[in-house]
């Protein structure tokens, strides 16, 4: 067997992961999206890549189910199709999520900072300066809260379904560390400034409130993807009883634990 028969042997056997795995590491290659795309612009005719792993998953999926009995082939084949489609959609969803938080949390320590600048630049704080910045280094702590929660929704759902293999594109990767350092230097001068006026620290973050919104942003990367896949393939009504049901978990109030 030569050795261009035993590759596509090798890829006609690679499960749904594995095939998303071998096309995220040829769209990182290029760095970032606008590459990648253009990529693809330069094939004649261009090549969706969703279509070519669609392709791929049923002839795979075809291949190992042959000689078996048809009721058994259309399922295995319908599967490995669902399983793909989802994770090519789950990579998408994440990084759009996070160049979308990278650039909203960009805004805010603007504005943030400016404030922080502003109240520390000042000889002799009043009382109410005093308070607003005990609010900003809240505020801020906060922001560093959201970005860890997000970013640890992000790994357990990359180990869960991408063998831990990082989503993001190279450049969104170097933005959201990058953005990860400024709100964190941004709050440490929020939190040490208070300090110096008396401010008493912090609480420390509840673990409870943190998991719990990590729990939230993993569903909010893995609900809409799952929407978005059975949609493509046509069932319409369960793609839509999903995202009702993600939208309604969002939108429920969120219960406030009582102090004993």
Avoid: C
């Avoid at 040829?26 to 969703?50: I, K, N, Q, R, T």
């Avoid at 990579?91 to 999520?97: F, G, S």
């Avoid at 308070?131 to 560093?144: E, N, T």
């Avoid at 969104?172 to 400024?182: E, R, T």
């Amino acid at each position: 067997m030569t050795l261009s028969r035993r590759v596509a042997k090798l890829e006609e056997a690679l499960t749904p992961t594995q095939l998303v795995l071998r096309w995220l590491a040829e769209a990182h290659a290029f760095g970032d999206v606008p590459a990648y795309v253009a990529s693809l612009l330069a094939v004649d005719p261009p090549v969706a890549p969703l279509d070519r792993l669609a392709r791929e998953a049923v002839h795979g999926a075809r291949t190992a189910m042959r000689g078996k009995r048809p009721e058994l082939v259309e399922p295995a084949v319908r599967s490995a199709l669902r399983e793909t489609i989802f994770r090519y959609e789950l990579v998408m969803r994440i990084n759009v999520t996070a160049h979308d938080l990278v650039d909203r949390e960009g805004l805010i320590d603007a504005a943030l900072s400016a404030q922080v600048a502003l109240v520390a630049s000042q000889e002799r704080r009043e009382p109410k300066d005093i308070g607003w910045l005990g609010q900003l280094r809240d505020l801020l702590d906060s922001r560093v809260s959201e970005l860890r929660a997000a970013q640890a929704a992000r790994t357990l759902v990359e180990g869960r379904f991408l063998d831990g293999h990082p989503a993001l594109f190279p450049d969104v990767a170097v933005a959201w560390d990058a953005q990860v350092k400024s709100t964190e230097i941004i709050a440490d001068m929020a939190v040490r400034l208070p300090e110096f006026d008396g401010v008493p620290p912090a609480p420390p973050p509840d673990p409870a409130v943190v998991s719990d919104r990590t729990t939230e942003l993993l569903a909010d990367l893995v609900e809409p993807a799952k929407s978005e896949t059975l949609d493509k393939l046509g069932e319409g009504k369960q793609a839509f009883d999903i995202a009702a049901s993600w939208v309604r978990a969002k939108l429920a109030p969120k219960s406030v634990a009582v102090a004993e």
